[in-house]
Structure formats: C-alpha cells, structure tokens
C-alpha cells in the first residue's frame, strides 16, 4: 500500500446493525515474499470486504476470501491481498453505497494514527523502507497446572497497556517473536487472579490472550509473524495455523514450516520457524531440517535478519548465578559452522527477558525481546562468560534488562537504534546495532537502570 493515509471529512451514511459485532478482529499480517495480507476473524456465514482507493476516485470493492471454515472452537476467519498500489484500503462487512467519500490524502508521517469508520475499519499499510519496527514477544498470560499467573491484574500481566502504549509510537512494522498463548489449563477455582479466564486452543483463549488486548497494535502496522514453541502441535498449532499461519490453511499441522523471507528496502528478514527444536537436548530427527535451513542462509540478501522464536546462543541464570544457555538442537545443526555472512542480527524472544548479545567469534549480535507479558525469567544483568554446552561461539560480552516491555527499533542509515520501553511506554534505555554489534550505553541516572 502506498504511504498516503485519509483524513476523512464525512464518513458515508450507515444502515443501523450489528455488523461491528461480527467483525471479531481484524489485521494486516506479511506473508511470504512481502505480500499484505488483510486476514479478518468474523461470527457470520460471509466474509467481509476490501474497499481500496487509488485517489479520490478510482475504488475497487474485493471480497475476502473464506481462509478457515468456522468450527466447533473457531468463527470463520477470512483473508485476502491489500492492492500495493492503493492509497487507502479499509475492511467492510457490507457494501458501501456510493462513492461520496470526502477526504484528503496526507503523509503517513503526518498522520500515522488509525482513523475508524464504524463499521468500517482502515487498514494500516507497509512503508516499503520501514524507518520504525517494533519488536515484541512472549505475550501471553500463563495458565499451566500450577503455575498460575494474574491475568486480571494488568500490574502481573500487562500486555493490554504495553500493546496500547506500543500503538501511540506509530511504528511502521510490528515483529511479534512467537509465543501468543499461554492459557492451556483452567484457572483453579477460587483463584481471583485469573477468575473468568478461558483456557485451550479455542477462539476464546486466543481472543483473551492476544487480539483483543493486542488490538491497537493490531491495527497500527503490518504485522510479522513468527511461530513460538506455544504454537508446536503439542499446544496450540491448529489454532495458529488457522488465524495466524503464513501459508494458507488445510487443517494439518506441520511441524516445521518453511523459511520465508520478507523483504523490504535496505533490509531482509529471513523467518525462521524453530517450534520444534528443543533447547536443552538434541532431536537427531530435526537436525538436517535446521542445517538446511543455516546453509539456506547463504543465498539470502545482505543485510538479512534472522528472525525466529528460540535463540541459538543467549542466556539463563544458572547454578551459582552463571549465566548458561544454547539450543542444543540448532547447535548441532550447525556443526561448527558459522552462521552465513548476509545475516547483521539474529532476533528471537523465548527467554523472558530483554538481552543483547555479542560474539568473540563470527556470529551476529542477538537480541531478544522475550518480555511482552508473560511471567519474566531472571537472567544475570551481565551476560559475559555464559557458558554452553558446546563451545562454538562464546560471548564477549552482552547484558539483559528485567521486566516487562517491548524494542522500538528506529533506522539511521545502515545502523539502527534500539530503544526499550518498559509495559507503559516509559524509555528505559537506548543501544546502537552498528558495526556488526550492539553497544548499550549505561542510562542517565535519572532513567530507570532496570
């Protein structure tokens, strides 16, 4: 979609329903290649449409497709292709009648904030250069047997208030780093914390735990998803494949999905599905699926970004607070090899944590961003020294930052400034990725230091 975003003068005349009822939720995701997607969750039998303008004049009215029949669990969701070239483009659940739309077309940058028709609904659209992407992951509120977080308390899992504060930033890209929903068993009775909550791969839990808080960042950019572990066969992959998966839907459940690349201007993001690599082990039967994967990276544009759930080298806090960790899985995959020139940074999430990560030897600074709601994990503030089971790479030096937030990642020229916001859009601290690193200057005393 082209940069120009209306000012709408006069909404056109609406027949009173209840078609804002049956638009459940709605978003731009990117697919393989860069395509916009619009995709819509709707509790009707038909699907919505995409009224897009080139100008004041030129209009075309397409239907979205049916992408996922609805089920015993699910409501129909739908999809369908955003015109690049349009100047406008929004979602309609009826026919709009007339052409009578009174409008300006100003700069995205002037205006970058959502602008509703009710019940039509504008959709965002993807600057070809983004200047601003905002990274995020681990969102989800955790309901699992006995480890039990507040769901209803917005101080324990904040992720409504970080996505809405997220939002006022008007990035132009939205990385979400897997890891979507964490509700899989009931919340216990006589437990307030968590009182009402919905649990399951079911449209109500991945409602509660990710598009109705998320909804403001929703419709604030394009989105980029990556598939967490949550999102394995094993928890909620049916669920994902059906409302966020990048390719279209037919009711199974890969494993693995395919590497895909996302390009944009002066930049690559090569996606990486790693659901099924375990951590701490290695699965001998997934290992040729990464090491295609790694050598794959060699074709891909410079610079590329790697981008995918679970790190490969990052921390935890282990036995007398030495930092540890690496997939042992991708690892393996490797081989000793290092990972292909193209990649400037590897981006991934899965610790719950912000970390940022520099190599002695010839691998790309990672940077996580695991901390967007779910119960935080406790790594060393310092991360020089960790220590992993397989001694390729080792860490010249890194640190990590606890509680909640999300990365805005802002572009100056080759480099790119990373400045981490804490769950109510407060800045907490600024890095630089330049020179193949991360460099995290100590905040200003008056800043939060943590």
Not at 388 to 413: E, I, N, W
Request: proline fraction near 10%.
């Amino acid at each position: 979609m082209l940069l120009l975003a209306p000012l709408l003068l006069a909404a056109p005349a609406r027949a009173a329903g209840d078609d804002h009822d049956k638009l459940l939720s709605w978003w731009v995701q990117l697919r393989p290649g860069g395509a916009e997607e619009a995709r819509a969750v709707v509790d009707g039998p038909a699907c919505p449409l995409i009224v897009s303008f080139k100008g004041a004049e030129e209009r075309t009215d397409a239907p979205m497709t049916m992408r996922a029949a609805a089920s015993a669990d699910f409501p129909m969701v739908c999809s369908g292709p955003v015109p690049a070239d349009a100047h406008w483009s929004f979602i309609a659940m009826d026919k709009v009648q007339g052409d009578g739309f009174q409008f300006e077309l100003r700069h995205a940058e002037a205006s970058a904030a959502l602008i509703r028709i009710d019940p039509t609904y504008m959709l965002p659209g993807l600057r070809p250069d983004p200047q601003r992407i905002l990274v995020l992951g681990d969102t989800g509120c955790r309901l699992k047997d006995s480890l039990v977080q507040a769901c209803n308390d917005p101080k324990q899992w904040p992720f409504a208030g970080l996505a809405a504060a997220a939002a006022k930033l008007r990035p132009d890209l939205v990385i979400h780093v897997g890891d979507y929903l964490y509700r899989e068993t009931p919340c216990p009775d006589g437990n307030a914390g968590c009182a009402g909550s919905p649990s399951g791969d079911n449209w109500a839990s991945w409602s509660a735990d990710f598009f109705a808080p998320g909804a403001p960042l929703l419709h604030a950019a394009p989105w980029v998803i990556v598939r967490g572990n949550h999102e394995d066969c094993a928890r909620s992959a049916p669920g994902f494949m059906r409302v966020l998966g990048p390719e279209p839907y037919d009711g199974s459940c890969p494993t693995h999905l395919k590497t895909y690349d996302v390009p944009l201007q002066g930049l690559n993001l090569r996606v990486m599905d790693n659901a099924d690599a375990p951590d701490t082990s290695v699965d001998p039967s997934v290992v040729p699926e990464y090491a295609a994967d790694f050598a794959a990276l060699a074709n891909a544009p410079t610079p590329t970004w790697l981008v995918m759930h679970r790190p490969i080298w990052a921390a935890i806090k282990g036995p007398l607070g030495i930092p540890v960790g690496g997939n042992q899985t991708m690892i393996a995959a490797l081989a000793g090899k290092p990972i292909p020139p193209p990649v400037s940074l590897m981006l991934a999430g899965h610790i719950h944590a912000f970390e940022t990560l520099n190599y002695k030897d010839s691998a790309p600074p990672t940077l996580l961003a695991g901390n967007g709601g779910d119960l935080l994990d406790d790594p060393p503030s310092d991360l020089k020294g960790t220590i992993f089971q397989r001694g390729d790479v080792s860490v010249k030096d890194g640190l990590s930052v606890p509680g909640f937030g999300f990365l805005l990642m802002t572009r100056h020229g080759t480099d790119w400034e990373i400045d981490l916001f804490d769950a109510a859009g407060t800045f907490e601290r600024r890095c630089m990725l330049a020179g193949g690193r991360i460099d995290c200057p100590a905040p200003p005393a008056e800043k939060k230091d943590g």
